[in-house]
């Protein structure tokens, strides 16, 4: 699971008609309607062997602003070499490929917005978020971390996203992925990605 990956491939290189905005296996797009993708769009770079295990795993992403009360999925990359998103609306995808959230690095969650019938998704209000605000995330021992939004940043095609996946400054981050933009129905995706960067508390 651990395909080598252009650094430059931007978000929307592969992985394109699913929304390409969930994560782990392709999900066949069986409705023209937002909300069915396969991946993020977004291709994270190599990474060297996640040794840390100093977080537990992850099983909820709580936002209290946005009442977000998900459940996380443990996906990775698609055939295609992009992060793979959650199979409905309900839940989140954290990509297990990197950091568990509190470890050193960025973690990567992805979650749904726009899902088809109107049926409401995890990350719908995620672009509500400002810098300031808080979100835990709690393990499967009963353990919260709490991050603390920074900063919220569009990436649209050929933008280089490896910052997404990436960090260099020795402190533990976490990064949620959602779509935004105008709903392509031809490819099934949107045609940005919004990412709010976290700091751990």
Same mark, same amino acid.
């Given at each position: 699971?651990?395909?080598?990956?252009?650094?430059?491939?931007?978000?929307?290189?592969?992985?394109?008609?699913?929304i390409v905005c969930s994560?782990?296996?392709?999900?066949?797009?069986?409705?023209?309607?937002?909300?069915?993708?396969?991946?993020?769009?977004?291709?994270?770079?190599?990474?060297? @062997?996640?040794?840390?295990?100093?977080?537990?795993?992850?099983?909820? *992403? #709580?936002?209290? /602003? #946005?009442?977000?009360?998900?459940? #996380?999925?443990?996906?990775?990359?698609?055939?295609?070499?992009?992060?793979?998103?959650?199979?409905?609306?309900?839940?989140?995808? &954290?990509?297990?490929?990197?950091?568990?959230?509190?470890?050193?690095?960025?973690?990567?969650?992805?979650?749904?917005?726009? &899902? $088809?019938?109107? #049926?409401?998704?995890?990350?719908?209000?995620?672009?509500?978020?400002?810098?300031?605000?808080?979100?835990?995330?709690?393990?499967? @021992?009963?353990?919260?971390?709490?991050?603390?939004?920074?900063?919220?940043?569009?990436?649209?095609?050929?933008?280089?996203?490896?910052?997404?996946?990436?960090?260099?400054?020795? /402190?533990?981050?976490?990064? *949620?992925?959602?779509?935004?933009?105008? &709903?392509?129905?031809?490819? $099934?995706?949107?045609? /940005?990605?919004?990412?709010?960067?976290?700091? /751990?508390?």
């Amino acid at each position: 699971m651990r395909p080598g990956i252009s650094l430059r491939r931007s978000l929307f290189a592969v992985g394109i008609a699913g929304i390409v905005c969930s994560a782990a296996a392709i999900y066949l797009l069986t409705s023209a309607a937002p909300g069915r993708n396969s991946s993020t769009g977004m291709s994270p770079p190599p990474l060297g @062997q996640v040794t840390q295990a100093d977080a537990g795993l992850p099983v909820r *992403l #709580i936002i209290p /602003k #946005i009442h977000v009360d998900a459940a #996380i999925e443990h996906l990775g990359l698609t055939p295609e070499g992009a992060m793979a998103v959650p199979a409905g609306p309900a839940d989140v995808a &954290w990509y297990d490929l990197g950091p568990r959230p509190g470890e050193i690095g960025s973690a990567v969650i992805a979650g749904h917005v726009g &899902w $088809k019938d109107n #049926i409401r998704a995890a990350f719908d209000s995620v672009a509500s978020l400002r810098p300031g605000d808080t979100l835990f995330v709690e393990d499967a @021992q009963g353990a919260s971390v709490t991050f603390v939004v920074r900063e919220l940043r569009m990436y649209d095609q050929n933008q280089n996203d490896s910052d997404v996946f990436t960090s260099t400054d020795g /402190k533990a981050h976490l990064n *949620l992925i959602a779509c935004e933009g105008v &709903w392509d129905a031809a490819t $099934k995706s949107y045609s /940005k990605r919004l990412v709010i960067f976290t700091d /751990k508390e």
